[in-house]
């Protein structure tokens, strides 16, 4: 079984920068597209950056491109979030999830069936 860990969260004044990591453990997760999701209080899950799994395709939500990089190192079996240019409505729990399917890109929930148990991210004003 696959198991998801995030880490690099932590608390940064708008404009700064941050970098979240997802180790995978138990079995490797080169042959899935992975996700980063966030969510904020109040607020449902939303995608946030996904890749596949050699990483030659990613995809953005508009609120976050240009910003934010997502990106994979298939030998750690880890996967990366980048955010430069933080903003306060950045904040929220992010988590990293795995398709479902070998070879799976989606940025619908419904398509990641192992999520890791969210690093929170907090950006000042």
């Known amino acids: 079984q696959v198991r998801l860990v995030e880490s690099g969260g932590g608390l940064v004044q708008a404009g700064g920068s941050l970098t979240l990591s997802c180790v995978a453990s138990?079995?490797?997760?080169?042959?899935?597209?992975m996700g980063w999701f966030r969510q904020a209080p109040g607020n449902e899950r939303e995608s946030v950056a996904t890749?596949?799994?050699?990483?030659?395709?990613?995809y953005y939500a508009d609120s976050v491109k240009g910003r934010f990089t997502i990106s994979r190192d298939n030998a750690k079996n880890t996967v990366y979030l980048q955010m430069n240019s933080l903003k306060p409505e950045d904040t929220a729990v992010y988590y990293c999830?795995?398709?479902?399917?070998?070879?799976?890109?989606?940025?619908?929930?419904?398509?990641?069936?192992?999520w890791g148990q969210g690093t929170q991210v907090t950006v000042s004003s």
């Open positions: 999830a795995k398709t479902r399917n070998a070879g799976g890109f989606s940025g619908y929930e419904y398509e990641y069936d192992i």
């Open positions: 138990g079995r490797s997760v080169s042959s899935y597209g």
């Open positions: 890749i596949n799994w050699i990483g030659g395709r990613t």
